[in-house]
């Protein structure tokens, strides 16, 4: 999978965003800035055997465009955690972004309450992790930068159940089913630029299918009427993968935020 082939892809879903556009009715639009926590979980093998955790910042920014027929769901979020292992002398600097946009039709309603959506998404979400350790009494010994960088075609499902006007609650779940992934070397050195003194992260890497690169994020929702022209948001969301090459990586994370949503 090229980058070419990314672009066209990304090209052909803003001329579906058009056309569902043109078929969509009583059409209400979300945005809406969040802020929160997270709570990481990381063992890398290509940089240590060792399990790294901690709590960290979590902020995103979501768009939500929702008709009778469809939804169109765009996200940009980051993350960054100080992740410690045990002993506690090592320790990761740990940064984390996703970028996706998502489109889904409605295949099932009751009583207008609840809503079965499904369709596909785009997503690119990009893991750096930098290595360090105390030798003796000298601190933040630079150790090795490690990464995971996925471009990913989704399956995207959405569960809506709403109680009144603009105030619901959402379930959606993303599963990658071909992926585009980019990890270091299986040497250390392999990436390693001596003329800058750092690791040469790859954009792209190699085109595998769902059962190679085992991962899913889940969001959980609920908005509630704030103002006239305002929601607020209270959101779960749990993110896992899985992938092995050139050895294993485990990670899985937990994220709690609080948003406020402009309705129009």
């Known amino acids: 999978m090229t980058r070419k082939t990314f672009v066209s892809l990304a090209l052909i879903a803003v001329l579906v965003w058009n056309?569902?556009?043109?078929?969509a009715q009583s059409a209400l639009n979300y945005l809406g800035i969040c802020f929160g926590g997270s709570n990481l979980h990381l063992q890398d093998q290509h940089a240590s055997?060792?399990?790294?955790?901690?709590n960290g910042i979590a902020p995103s920014l979501q768009f939500i465009h929702q008709s009778d027929v469809y939804i169109h769901f765009a996200e940009v979020s980051f993350a960054y955690n100080k992740l410690k292992a045990l002993p506690d002398n090592f320790t990761t600097q740990?940064?984390?972004g996703r970028v996706r946009y998502a489109?889904?039709?409605n295949l099932f309603r009751s009583n207008e309450r609840l809503h079965i959506y499904a369709g596909g998404s785009i997503q690119s979400f990009f893991n750096r992790s930098d290595y360090s350790y105390t030798y003796l009494t000298i601190p933040n010994v630079r150790a090795i930068t490690s990464w995971y960088w996925s471009h990913s075609f989704d399956l995207a499902s959405q569960v809506e159940y709403s109680f009144a006007s603009r105030k619901f609650i959402t379930a959606r779940l993303f599963i990658p089913l071909i992926s585009n992934v980019s990890r270091p070397e299986y040497s250390p050195s392999g990436d390693y630029n001596y003329t800058?003194?750092?690791w040469d992260m790859k954009t792209f890497g190699k085109?595998?299918?769902l059962t190679d690169n085992l991962s899913f994020n889940a969001h959980i929702a609920f908005q509630t009427l704030l103002a006239e022209k305002f929601n607020l948001q209270l959101s779960y969301e749990f993110q896992h993968v899985k992938y092995t090459k050139p050895v294993e990586l485990k990670m899985y994370s937990n994220a709690f935020r609080i948003g406020l949503f402009y309705c129009f």
Do not use: D
Not at 19 to 23: F, Q, R
């Open 207 to 209: 085109t595998v299918f």
């Open 94 to 96: 740990h940064y984390a």
């Open 49 to 54: 055997p060792l399990i790294y955790r901690s």
């Open 196 to 198: 800058t003194n750092s």
């Open 19 to 23: 056309s569902c556009n043109v078929l």
């Open 103 to 105: 489109l889904m039709t």
